[in-house]
Structure formats: C-alpha cells, structure tokens
C-alpha cells in the first residue's frame, strides 16, 4: 500500500490536508494510518522534545540531524514497515525531505549527505509520493504570529532560514520529480485539497 508524506513551511497547511485525505479514505473504505514527525512513538516524542525545545539554542547541526533520523528510525521500524507490511496506506506529516530541506538545505549539511544518513536510518524507505504545499515565507511567518503559542526552536530560526527550506523544496522537487509534487498552498483549503485528490486518483486509481 502507498507510503504518502506532506512537506511544507510551518503553517503551510499540511496537517489540514492530511486530515483531510485520512478521512476521505476512511470514507472510502481505504485502511490508513496517520503518523507525524518528529515523534509518533514513545521514543520519538522525547526526542521531539529535546529536538524543538528552546534550552537547546546551541545544539549541533548534525546532534539535530542524527537526532531527527533517530527519531525516524524508530518510527519506521516499529511503526510504518508494521502498517505497510498490513496492507494499509500511511499518511506522514514531514519525513526525510524535511531533513534535507531543513538540515541538509537550511542548516547548509548537504542534501546528499543528510539523504544517505536517512536512507542508512530508514533502510531505504522512501515515500511513493511526496506532496510539498509551497507557501510564502512572509505568508508563513504572519500566520506564525497570530497564533497564540510561543515559537519552537526551529520556528525561532530568522528569516533567512525559513527562506533557504523553501528554496530546498523547490530544489527537491527539481531533482526527484517522480516522487515529489508541489503544490501551492496559498489556495483554499478546498483547491488545495482538490488537487491532492486528483493526484492521488492518478496516481493510485483510487476514487475518492
Ligand atoms: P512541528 O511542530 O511538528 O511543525 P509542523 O507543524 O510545521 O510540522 O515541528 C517540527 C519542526 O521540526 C518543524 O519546524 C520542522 C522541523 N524538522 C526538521 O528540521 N527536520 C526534520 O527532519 C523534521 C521531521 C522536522
């Protein structure tokens, strides 16, 4: 069964739409399970907690990459092999690609070597498809400032650095155009949601 991951700048939209597709699914009679990164199992969640809190100012770039592709790992293990194995789609809120446009790209790593760091992490496991929701830098980081919870480490990063995770997904897209689609998220949440929809029908022959 498909392996289908969102990408995207905070506040892109991404978790919306994933709840979306999970309950048009469920509509369809299509087994899903939904999975979030960092996090999503007990390991991962005291991970993310090291990962986003803001005592960790000084933290390495690559303590943070190897700590997010931990954090992966385990995910992958004991959560989405079991599920895909089962029959069921899953539905990933961030997965490698975040890594390479925020560590490899952002954090100036190397998007080659935080993928081989991945892929040695995951075992291989890439997505069937990837769905980046583009959105404006300024956009995101208004949107970011009318919530009324504080910023996480990496929401805290200045400006320029949410500018170079954009630009490293549209570089992604450029170089694994099979897996990766973009999509403009600055469009309702219905267009939006209509061409995932589409691509997914494409894609997979479902009918949703
Ligand atoms: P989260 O609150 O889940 O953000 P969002 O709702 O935007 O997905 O926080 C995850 C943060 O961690 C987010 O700012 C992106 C960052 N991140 C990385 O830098 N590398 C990664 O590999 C992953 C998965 C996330």
């Known amino acids: 069964m498909p392996f289908i991951t969102f990408e ?23 087994a899903a399970i939904q999975v979030r990164e960092p996090g999503g199992t007990a390991l991962g969640d005291r991970i993310r907690e090291i990962l986003l809190g803001p005592e960790h100012e000084g933290m390495d770039s690559w ?10 790992a385990q ?20 997965y490698i690609d975040s890594s390479l446009a925020y560590q490899g790209f952002a954090r100036r790593l190397g998007c080659q070597r ?8 995951t075992e291989g496991l890439l997505p069937d ?11 995101s980081r208004s949107r970011l400032s009318l919530r009324d919870t504080g910023e996480d480490r990496i929401e805290s990063e200045p400006l320029d650095f949410h500018k170079r995770v954009e630009d490293g997904y549209h570089k992604l897209e450029g170089m ?9 998220g600055d469009k309702s949440v219905e267009e939006v949601f209509s061409r995932i929809v589409a691509l997914c029908r494409q894609r997979f022959g479902w009918e949703l």
């Open 63 to 72: 303590s943070e990459a190897l700590l997010y592709a931990a954090a992966r």
């Open 176 to 184: 694994f155009p099979d897996r990766i689609t973009g999509i403009d």
């Open 75 to 94: 995910l992958v293990s004991e959560v989405i092999r079991p599920a895909l194995a089962a029959g069921k789609t899953v539905l990933s809120d961030r």
């Open 8 to 30: 995207g700048i905070d506040q892109s939209g991404k978790s919306t739409q994933i709840e979306k597709l999970a309950a048009a699914l469920g509509q369809a009679g299509i």
């Open 129 to 139: 498809l990837t769905l980046v929701l583009h959105l404006d830098v300024a956009c």
């Open 114 to 121: 935080v993928l081989d760091l991945n892929l040695w992490a």
